[in-house]
């Protein structure tokens, strides 16, 4: 058959796609006998193979209608930073003992390029695991939408905007956000600052929306003086914290989106030789090993890590056990609490 000028060999996927006008991963589930398609994408995707005379490899229908007993677990991040901040060790754990119960193996995967996103989608696409958990997505990333297209149940650890259409598994950010800044006013705190997240994440908006709504119900200044982006890394938090001081060298309180950043951030108010807390209080966020491990030990909203790891991983077995699109994609939010410790 010829397709724009150029003769081909046997159709293939795409060109059944295009014919059936619908995206690649609905022809894949169709052909696969997935339940996760609709009556109409499922008679037009049969038309366009009867049409095209349309051929399945035999080989990998075989394999994707086999359960391989694997579940990856997809990080965007570097070995150092993974091992360097406890959020993602904790995520883990929760992980791992929930699939070690149900006999599933964990394919841990880190996600460094673009070149390395584009062969885990070719390892996806030959069907090798039953599903994936994806971790620190930021807005832009169309992974979690690719896993989708493929068939492939996935579940999110946090989310990429307030309308996230893929499973997600979240806590209370905004929540936090607004718990630290109102412990700091409470201890007569006046000019409080933040250091956000990298601000292509959700979750990182979600904290400096909390901290706004905070010194708003506080009736404090809000100048975006007083707000410097970082990172999640405990750099980040370093290089946050010197500009803040030299934008506003009499704020008496900072909220760290993380503990790592706030660690950082100590380490910086040490050099200039201002106190914790008598000249300037601090709150993290995670209530990390990290947080209770500074001098002076760190107030920090707890966010339950180890559990949003464990129901991430029961939402995908769920789906792995029962195919079929839902009604409306599981979201889980859990609470978030503040704990007090001396650094504020």
Do not use: W
Request: hydrophobic share 40%; net charge negative; aromatic share 4%.
């Amino acid at each position: 058959m010829a397709v724009s000028g150029r003769q081909t060999g046997r159709p293939t996927l795409e060109e059944v796609a295009a014919r059936a006008g619908v995206g690649r991963g609905t022809v894949s589930r169709v052909i696969n006998g997935s339940p996760r398609v609709s009556e109409q994408a499922k008679a037009a995707v049969e038309r366009a193979v009867a049409e095209l005379g349309y051929v399945p490899n035999r080989a990998a229908r075989a394999l994707a209608g086999s359960r391989t007993d694997a579940v990856a677990l997809v990080i965007p991040e570097t070995e150092a930073r993974l091992f360097a901040e406890p959020y993602f060790l904790d995520i883990i754990r929760g992980v791992s003992s929930e699939l070690a119960d149900a006999d599933k193996q964990l394919l841990l995967t880190l996600i460094r390029s673009e070149q390395e996103r584009q062969r885990f989608e070719q390892y996806l696409a030959a069907q090798r695991v039953d599903g994936v958990l994806l971790v620190s997505v930021h807005a832009a990333d169309p992974l979690p939408d690719q896993v989708r297209a493929l068939g492939l149940p996935a579940v999110l650890n946090g989310r990429r905007t307030e309308d996230e259409p893929v499973a997600f598994v979240d806590s209370d950010n905004t929540g936090a956000g607004r718990a630290a800044v109102a412990h700091l006013a409470e201890r007569g705190r006046r000019a409080i600052a933040t250091i956000t997240g990298p601000l292509d994440m959700y979750v990182a908006r979600c904290r400096l929306d909390g901290y706004r709504e905070g010194l708003a119900q506080a009736g404090l200044d809000a100048g975006e003086e007083l707000v410097a982006t970082g990172d999640f890394t405990e750099e980040g938090g370093r290089q946050a914290m010197r500009r803040l001081l030299e934008l506003r060298p009499d704020l008496d309180a900072v909220f760290a989106a993380s503990d790592v950043m706030a660690a950082g951030a100590r380490g910086v108010l040490r050099e200039a030789g201002r106190r914790v807390p008598e000249d300037v209080a601090l709150v993290g966020v995670d209530d990390s090993a990290v947080a209770r491990h500074m001098d002076p030990p760190l107030t920090s909203v707890r966010q339950p890590i180890e559990e949003m790891g464990r129901t991430m991983a029961r939402l995908l077995l769920q789906e792995i056990a029962e195919p079929g699109e839902p009604a409306e994609q599981p979201r889980r939010m859990l609470p978030t609490e503040l704990v007090v410790r001396a650094s504020s």
